[in-house]
């Protein structure tokens, strides 16, 4: 299995740019979730999802949209890039009925100029 | 709200020798989820230990235990003869069980663990 797939791996960024960073997973897990890692701060969750058609936000929603219209992705929209958006970002998942923690992806780092 | 705290930013040791990273959380729940994970450079995130609130008895797994006091909302991690690859960024995470926000994954700031020769 693939697990959770996330791509870039890597993206600049001009301030006011938009984009998407697509997640992916193939174990049918119910919830999905995009954290965002910056120095000092650990990981903050931006949106997540309960199952398809259903998502919310979390901590740290603004300037950021999600869509879920499959069990299988969970795309990221930056709307107009900002600076303060650079950051690692990570997409996750898990299953829903279970305590076992969430299966992340390997990150993409986004650099915003 | 549930808060994660890591008190100690870096911590090195030698290799073979132990070390423990310290974690307490905050939290009305009773019933709930901790969790290390470790990030080495290549930034992927890799979970090292669970523990069910639930359950008294420590989790172990291979070099790695956590001491788990519920009473003082503690959870360290013990790593027995250190590897120079257990050098990383180690996270302490909350979860809630079932319920609402059981979703939602509560993450400390991380301790830096370097390894040395």
């Known amino acids: 299995n693939a697990g959770v797939t996330q791509t870039p791996k890597f993206q600049v960024l001009k301030t006011g740019q938009s984009m998407t960073l697509q997640c992916a997973q193939d174990?049918?897990?119910?919830?999905m979730s995009w954290y965002r890692q910056d120095p000092g701060m650990g990981l903050r969750l931006i949106h997540y999802s309960v199952g398809a058609g259903i998502t919310d936000q979390g901590e740290v929603p603004n300037g950021y949209n999600v869509s879920r219209s499959t069990t299988e992705d969970f795309p990221l929209r930056l709307l107009s890039a900002a600076p303060s958006q650079t950051s690692v970002y990570f997409c996750a998942s898990r299953l829903s009925r279970t305590g076992y923690g969430y299966t992340f992806g390997s990150g993409t780092r986004l650099t915003v100029v | 709200a549930q808060t994660v705290t890591q008190s100690q930013p870096e911590m090195s040791v030698q290799e073979a020798e132990t070390v423990t990273l310290s974690c307490t959380y905050d939290?009305?729940?009773?019933?709930?989820?901790l969790f290390w994970y470790k990030q080495p450079p290549s930034r992927q995130m890799i979970l090292v230990i669970r523990q069910e609130a639930y359950k008294q008895q420590n989790a172990t797994e291979n070099r790695f235990s956590v001491n788990f006091q519920k009473a003082a909302k503690s959870f360290s991690l013990k790593i027995s003869d250190s590897q120079l690859g257990d050098t990383a960024m180690y996270f302490c995470a909350f979860m809630k069980r079932g319920g609402g926000s059981n979703y939602k994954l509560t993450f400390g700031k991380g301790t830096l663990l370097t390894v040395n020769p």
């Open positions: 939290t009305s729940e009773n019933n709930y989820y």
């Open positions: 174990m049918n897990h119910e919830y």
